[in-house]
């Protein structure tokens, strides 16, 4: 977003501490943390008390933009409107991010080794490919990158930064070696510095080179006059200096298990260490801009550090990640964090231009005795399909505090939920459908139920039907106008489709749109109810993504969570068309929408927010991490989430 309110990009102490609260629930890209439970959050909130109500998460932190490539990751670099990838075996991978929402990638070039690392300057990139050699690049058409030049350094490349047509390498258990490449095709090495240490990564500013050197700290090196450098100052750190960058007169050193160091560096032969902060995570990885540090502090996670005040540096809060995150560079108003999913590459792109005090996602939590597995809202309850325990009717006038009020076991294994008026209706796996009364909440009790063929998966009911994804046996409409005796009035028999089971399903008009699987992928089914007692199947497609786990319908779209969140258009029944796909990275479990946002519940990253106001091209904006999250349901301003029990969270302002 590009500062609609005129915000400035400056951190409070406030803010900071707020933030904290909101990244501990997780942006995407946002940057990591482990944080499952109330207790987790409270922690980190410092007492800010939990938001009341619907928020609007895009005018906040937020995910920008994601795409994949396809190998692994090591370093990205950025200028202008292209990201550059050190991507191993694959070489440098160009990435146009002129639309931060939609990085497309342009082309790549292979280099010779393995590329580790790269910088950028004007038209050429330099690359380093560990103990082999440094491989020149012309990128002044990003579109066709090409290998110009190269050049054999002995030992093994850390790292490389460039300024003009100077490439500074740093290599491991020597130092620095600087190369001129002002004739690209003959790169030669013009100086070299040997430091104390063990030399991990380098940043340029004006004359000087500043290294982080494992046990030796912060080496200050003057580089005025290659061919003539040296050593001019240095700092010891109280741990293992493992990456640097520079703004201004300060640099900001990661310091592996001792956090971030700021050093003032304005006397450059006197470096002092004037601010440091212990996120209680190893840091990595550095870049900044501004006020905003971004470190990688763990697997999955990346963390803001407000340095607007660089003597009492604060920690503003960790964002979830939905892959490991390498390296991470920070220009103007977002952040670029680079890492691996599933041996594939990943950009992600962050919106770092918060507004002031954001509120918490987190509004309340209750456990209940089995497993939540659906959830479904009325009014003020909801029901949640609770495995083995069977149905647990929750009190949900207070939101901050919700209660269980009442539940009944049902015959065998509750995975889903639908209400209608004064009725609950179970999809209870081999027990087929229960039909349970709710109008006394506090006693709940089932008063008919029916055998199904297969198994019941999902459940959905409109009118006097209610209609079950059976598993093996397809779709069951059963009339449940006199709801102590549901009859079976129509069926889609799939029992002749090897390998087909129904895992969901969901309804409007005319329509019941049934997602699930066959063997190692997913499909998706339209079917006209117009006729309770013939259904007949008039459309399908086959998603990309494989396992379809759930389905919501609004308007002219059906949204599949699979494991890729999938937009078809459904405007002709007869012919679905897939417009849209978003990968979450993740097994989802769980899928609802209200108005322009998607609520996916998945099995690692607990509940994804997408922005779906672009169907053609949605955007995950936010993980809200509660565990595993089975299912979702959206009443008013809130969302109701099955993961260990019922969580609530603030929903997205319509």
Not at 447 to 474: C, H, L, Q
Not at 618 to 640: C, Q
Request: charge should be negative; proline fraction near 6%; hydrophobic fraction near 40%.
């Amino acid at each position: 977003m590009k500062n609609p309110k005129g915000r400035r990009r400056r951190f409070s102490g406030s803010f900071a501490r707020s933030l904290g609260y909101l990244l501990s629930v997780g942006l995407i890209c946002l940057l990591p943390a482990s944080c499952g439970d109330e207790s987790d959050l409270a922690g980190i909130g410092g007492g800010f008390e939990p938001g009341r109500g619907c928020v609007d998460y895009r005018d906040y932190l937020h995910l920008a933009g994601f795409c994949r490539g396809l190998s692994d990751v090591f370093d990205i670099a950025v200028s202008g409107d292209f990201a550059y990838f050190a991507e191993g075996g694959y070489g440098l991978r160009v990435i146009d991010i002129s639309s931060p929402e939609s990085p497309v990638i342009t082309n790549s070039v292979d280099t010779p080794g393995y590329a580790r690392r790269v910088a950028v300057s004007g038209r050429y990139a330099c690359v380093t490919a560990g103990d082999l050699d440094l491989q020149i690049i012309d990128i002044s058409a990003p579109v066709s990158p090409a290998l110009v030049g190269s050049i054999d350094i002995p030992g093994y490349a850390s790292d490389v930064a460039v300024s003009g047509y100077y490439a500074y390498v740093t290599y491991s258990e020597f130092g620095l070696y600087v190369i001129d490449f002002s004739t690209p095709e003959a790169p030669v090495i013009v100086d070299s510095i040997e430091t104390p240490g063990d030399p991990a990564a380098i940043s340029i500013s004006g004359d000087y080179a500043y290294v982080a050197d494992g046990i030796s700290g912060l080496q200050v090196i003057v580089i005025s006059l290659p061919g003539s450098s040296f050593i001019v100052g240095s700092v010891d750190t109280p741990g293992d200096a493992i990456d640097v960058d520079v703004s201004g007169d300060y640099a900001f050193v990661a310091d592996n298990e001792s956090g971030l160091q700021v050093i003032d560096i304005s006397t450059a032969y006197a470096p002092v260490i004037t601010g440091t902060i212990d996120i209680q995570q190893s840091i990595s990885r550095v870049s900044v801009s501004g006020d905003c540090a971004c470190v990688i502090s763990g697997y999955h996670r990346m963390g803001v550090i407000d340095v607007s005040r660089p003597g009492t540096p604060e920690f503003a809060g960790p964002v979830n990640m939905l892959h490991d995150v390498r390296a991470v560079s920070v220009s103007g108003e977002y952040a670029y964090a680079a890492g691996n999913n599933e041996d594939r590459g990943c950009l992600t792109i962050v919106d770092v231009d918060p507004p002031e005090s954001p509120p918490s996602p987190f509004v309340g939590s209750v456990s209940t005795s089995g497993s939540s597995r659906g959830v479904a809202v009325k009014g003020d309850y909801a029901y949640v399909a609770a495995s083995g325990s069977g149905l647990q009717v929750v009190d949900i006038r207070n939101p901050g505090e919700p209660e269980i009020e009442g539940s009944v076991y049902t015959l065998d294994n509750a995975r889903d939920v639908a209400v209608l008026g004064d009725y609950a209706y179970v999809a209870d796996r081999t027990a087929g459908l229960q039909v349970i009364d709710i109008s006394r909440p506090a006693s709940p009790e089932i008063v008919g139920s029916i055998n199904t063929p297969g198994n019941a998966e999902g459940v959905d009911v409109s009118g006097g039907y209610v209609y079950v994804a059976d598993g093996s046996s397809g779709l069951e409409v059963i009339d449940v106008r006199r709801p102590e005796t549901p009859v079976i009035v129509g069926s889609l028999d799939w029992a002749g489709m090897s390998g087909m089971s129904a895992e969901n399903v969901a309804v409007s008009g005319d329509y019941a749109y049934v997602v699930g699987e066959s063997y190692d992928y997913g499909w998706f089914m339209v079917v006209d109810i117009s006729v309770p007692a013939s259904p007949v199947t008039v459309g399908g497609i086959i998603p990309a993504g494989g396992y379809d786990a759930d389905v919501a319908v609004s308007g002219n779209y059906a949204y599949v969570a699979a494991s890729t969140i999938v937009v078809i258009d459904i405007s002709i029944p007869e012919s679905p068309v897939i417009v849209g796909e978003v990968s979450t990275m993740d097994w989802t479990n769980g899928i609802a929408v209200s108005g322009d946002c998607l609520y996916v519940a998945t099995y690692y990253s607990g509940l994804l927010l997408v922005d779906i106001s672009r169907p053609e091209l949605p955007v995950i904006m936010l993980t809200v991490w509660l565990g595993t999250a089975n299912d979702v349901a959206i009443s008013g301003k809130y969302a109701y989430v099955a993961a260990g029990g019922l969580q609530i969270v603030n929903a997205q302002c319509e």
